[in-house]
């Protein structure tokens, strides 16, 4: 179907270009010939490439103002703009080079994304009037200098993203939601708590959220069992989660580790426990931009 496509566009081209160019008309020398074929072949070929494959849903994990590797990653992932939905896990700002440009990718291909708690408390911080030193010792100078060229409009972008998103997979067996951090099970999605939706990592003995990796009880993915299934990031140390219920996308970009992205067809009909190698797409960070043992001692 698609080669005969393919041959009715190229002698389409063919016999337009003959029909604006009386010179080949007259003419169809060799050397013509190959340019109207190379012409019709290139044009037949973008045509074929971008019409053989269905969208996708990219999701991407934790990228912290690393907009070399988000470029590289997107590169990697063969993201088409018009073909393809982008969307982000949070945390696109916050400890790494350049996150103005990151907002700036995202907004170019109107990407969908959550608040992480990078997003989550600078914004907070602005509405507490954006001092420094901040009164809550929740925003440190050094971390409100790395965004200080945000534009108003981008803040504004910012502010508009949600803390929780249904990706549209209408062929999903089960619904999928990103989140940047985590929910806690036995709680419906409306009753989720905006503090752990963007901090929560474990459960501790007792079963409580926590912020903390190393809460004793282990991370709240393994113990999500639906209803619905869950993209989501802010996991440094435990890197790409693959559990039943839930994807954690956070493999450590920022520092030095690698950027991961999901790769869904908008018709996938499989659930997540059952993704293939072909639905991640993974590129190496060019080099650390923060020190993970220092930023785990923080909750940030
Ligand atoms: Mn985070």
Redesign the pocket.
């Known amino acids: 179907m698609h080669c005969m496509r393919s041959s009715l566009l190229f002698l389409t081209l063919h016999r337009l270009q003959r029909w604006c160019n009386p010179k080949l008309l007259l003419d169809a020398g060799a050397a013509e010939k190959r340019k109207t074929i190379s012409l019709a072949s290139c044009l037949g070929t973008c045509w074929f490439s971008t019409r053989s494959r269905a969208g996708r849903v990219v999701v991407v994990g934790?990228v912290h103002g690393c907009s070399d590797e988000l470029k590289d990653l997107l590169e990697a992932s063969q993201f088409h703009p018009s073909l393809d939905e982008l969307v982000f896990v949070?945390?696109l700002i916050?400890k790494g080079p350049s996150p103005e440009e990151v907002v700036r990718i995202a907004r170019k291909y109107s990407a969908k994304a959550v608040q992480?708690?990078?997003e989550y408390n600078l914004l907070q911080w602005r509405k507490r009037g954006g001092i420094l030193p901040d009164p809550e010792g929740r925003i440190k100078e050094r971390y409100a200098a790395t965004v200080k060229g945000l534009e108003e409009d981008e803040w504004d972008w910012l502010e508009s993203l949600p803390l929780k998103l249904q990706l549209d997979l209408p062929q999903s067996p089960l619904p999928v939601m990103v989140v940047?951090?985590g929910l806690v099970p036995g709680v419906s999605i409306e009753q989720q708590e905006p503090e752990n939706l963007?901090?929560l990592r474990s459960f501790d003995h007792e079963g409580r959220a926590s912020k903390q990796y190393d809460a004793g009880g282990g991370g709240w993915a393994r113990h999500w069992r639906g209803p619905m299934q869950v993209i989501f990031?802010?996991?440094a140390r435990r890197g790409l989660q693959r559990e039943p219920f839930a994807i954690g996308l956070?493999t450590g970009a920022v520092y030095g580790d690698e950027l991961t992205a999901l790769l869904l067809p908008k018709n996938l009909d499989r659930s997540l426990a059952h993704l293939e190698p072909q639905h991640f797409a993974q590129v190496r960070a060019r080099r650390a931009y923060a020190q993970k043992s220092d930023d785990l001692k923080s909750t940030?």
């Open positions: 934790d949070g945390d916050g992480g708690n990078h940047h951090a963007v901090n990031g802010h996991d956070d940030q």
